[in-house]
């Protein structure tokens, strides 16, 4: 099988790396891809967002199966665009796609079908006094989403009435463009957050390894939030009892929310959960693999890629083997100082060979003459897989601490508050 993977992180480089292990694959091409994916297939310049040029590519290279890495192509509707053609297009249709390109949307769709989630209104430039009304009516902090895709960036949360009414206009006079034209006010849930990933062919469903992310920049989750700086799976309140609840209260009502609405849905569904004392809210979808999370899970799944990705797009996802190691994964991103505000960029990153019994997924990293440099603001990260957490733990920082580029920065406590507060969490 020929495939075309899209996208240039940390995430498609996990992906390379599964797709290239499955004995189903001739060739693999990642557009634009990065240094780290070129080890398993070849990189090639194309605009992911340019549909026409892909169908090319995709021509030319009898390609049979796409696999959409970031949200921003699914959202625009490749997916639609390749619909009764061929190669087959892992991620949803156009409308699929909205459960994250609109929150507005998404959350309308949570309530429709029984889904738990944050009391919540969304909210026009035309309706700010009603938002007002409705920040009033909250206990703090507040929680403020631009409706659109905003790079990540869209999430406002604060802890001031005042602070969170300025915010609430600032959006909607444009602060995130075209994304923040409508916001939608969230209440504020008091929790644990957990990633919870299925893949499914529209129908049947498999369920992958969870994970927990960590998105601020500093330590113990302080400073700005980030793409995120870290990951950890399995996690230790993700029980049987726990898991059984996400199936029957959230992965169920969607799957047949989708069905319901006629929505074309095959590929990866995202949901960014919150353990409420045991019960569990869903905050969000995500449309795609999470990244760093994808550089925990992919290297826990005990499959063959491609045999599940033929099974999404062929309809027959039920009958395909999809198993999940009992080994604990912990990955640590090294960033560029600066981020996620300015930092530079070209420093060229050494000590990546010298990792040997851990996993260096590159994300903003490109090669020229045979040297890595720095290209992006998450450059790479290090992914131990061990018996257990504290092994994970360990080993991934011990790894990482090869690895040197001008003004590298990792946060030291990945993976550690579960390590002490295991007896808390369950």
């Known amino acids: 099988m020929n495939v075309l993977l899209l996208g240039s992180g940390g995430r498609e480089h996990a992906l390379a790396m599964k797709i290239a292990q499955s004995p189903r694959l001739n060739s693999l091409f990642i557009a634009p891809g990065n240094s780290g994916t070129a080890r398993h297939g070849q990189n090639v310049p194309l605009n992911i967002l340019d549909f026409e040029e892909i169908e090319k590519f995709t021509v030319n290279n009898r390609i049979e199966l796409i696999v959409a890495g970031p949200e921003e192509p699914l959202v625009k509707g490749i997916a639609d665009f390749f619909a009764g053609k061929q190669p087959a297009v ?3 249709s156009k409308k699929g796609a909205a459960l994250e ?6 959350k309308n769709f949570m309530v429709k079908y029984n889904i738990p989630t944050a009391r919540y209104k969304s909210f026009d430039h035309a309706q700010l006094s009603q938002g007002y009304d409705f920040l009033d009516s909250l206990a703090p902090p507040f929680v403020l989403k631009a409706d659109g895709l905003a790079a990540g960036k869209g999430v406002i949360i604060v802890n001031e009435l005042s602070e969170a009414k300025s915010a609430l206009k600032e959006m909607l006079d444009g602060k995130f463009g075209a994304a923040s034209q409508r916001v939608v006010i969230e209440e504020y849930l008091r929790g644990v957050e957990v990633s919870v990933f299925v893949l499914t062919d529209g129908k049947s469903y498999k369920i992958l390894p969870e994970a927990k992310d960590y998105k601020r920049i500093g330590d113990g989750d302080s400073g700005l939030n980030t793409g995120g700086m870290g990951a950890v799976s399995p996690v230790p309140f993700v029980d049987e009892i726990f898991t059984a ?7 169920e009502p969607t799957i047949k929310g989708l069905q319901a609405e006629n929505i074309d849905y095959r590929g990866f569904i995202f949901f960014g959960l919150m353990n409420c004392a045991g019960e569990p809210y869903l905050i969000e979808y995500n449309v795609r693999m999470g990244d760093p999370e994808t550089e925990v899970v992919m290297p826990r799944l005990d499959a063959d890629i491609l045999e599940l990705f033929e099974g999404v797009a062929k309809g027959s996802l039920n009958g395909k083997q999809c198993g999940v190691s009992a080994k604990n994964a912990v990955t640590v991103v090294a960033v560029s100082g600066g981020y996620p505000e300015n930092y530079m960029k ?6 990546i060979e010298s990792v040997k019994n851990d996993i260096v997924f590159h994300a903003g990293a ?17 992914t131990s897989l061990a018996d257990n957490l504290s092994e994970a733990v360990e080993s991934a920082y011990k790894s990482i601490q090869n690895i040197k580029f001008t003004d590298i920065y990792y946060r030291k406590d990945i993976g550690k508050d579960l390590l002490k507060e295991t007896s808390v969490l369950k």
């Open 101 to 106: 390109g609109s929150k507005d949307f998404a």
């Open 90 to 92: 892992i991620g949803p």
């Open 366 to 382: 490109v090669e020229k003459n045979g040297k890595i440099f720095t290209a992006g603001g998450r450059v790479l990260t290090v």
């Open 346 to 351: 070209g420093y060229e990153i050494k000590g």
């Open 245 to 251: 609840k996400v199936r029957d209260k959230i992965i």
